[in-house]
C-alpha cells in the first residue's frame, strides 16, 4: 500500500494549495488529516466511495475534498488558508472502523506534506 502526498507549500494568508494523494489502495473511506508538532492529529476531511463527504467544522467551505478514481488520485483543494491551517497534511485510507469515515485512525498513511501558512 503506497500514498504519496505532493503539493504541500508556503502560501499567504487568503491564498490556496491543492494537495494531491496518489494511491494503490482504495478503501471504502479516505481522509486528510493534519497535524502540528506537540498537538494531536486531526481529521480534516474524508470522503466514502459513495461520494458522501466530511470535514471538520473549521475547514467547512473552505475545504474541498475530491476523489479521482481514473487516476488513483485523492485531492484536497484548500482556499482562504489560515495561518491556523498550517500544518503537515496527510493522506490516509481504510477507516479502523469500517463504514465510518469520520473515524479519527485509519489503517494506512501517507508520509505528508507541509502546509506553511503566513499572515
Known amino acids: 500500500v503506497q500514498l504519496v502526498e505532493s503539493g504541500g507549500g508556503s502560501v499567504q494568508a487568503g491564498g490556496s494549495l491543492r494537495l494531491s494523494c496518489a494511491y494503490t489502495y482504495s478503501s471504502y473511506c479516505m481522509g486528510w488529516f493534519r497535524q502540528v508538532p506537540g498537538k494531536e492529529r486531526e481529521r480534516v476531511a474524508s470522503?466514502?466511495?459513495?461520494?458522501?463527504?466530511f470535514y471538520t467544522d473549521s475547514v467547512k467551505g473552505r475545504f474541498t475534498i475530491s476523489k479521482d478514481n481514473a487516476k488513483d488520485i485523492l485531492y484536497l483543494q484548500m482556499n482562504s488558508l489560515k495561518p491556523e491551517d498550517a500544518a503537515g497534511y496527510y493522506c490516509?485510507?481504510?477507516?479502523?472502523?469500517?463504514?465510518?469515515?469520520?473515524?479519527?485512525?485509519?489503517?494506512?498513511w501517507g508520509q505528508g506534506t507541509q502546509v506553511t501558512v503566513s499572515s
Open positions: 470522503i466514502s466511495n459513495d461520494g458522501s463527504k
Open positions: 490516509a485510507a481504510e477507516s479502523t472502523k469500517y463504514g465510518d469515515c469520520t473515524a479519527s485512525t485509519y489503517k494506512y
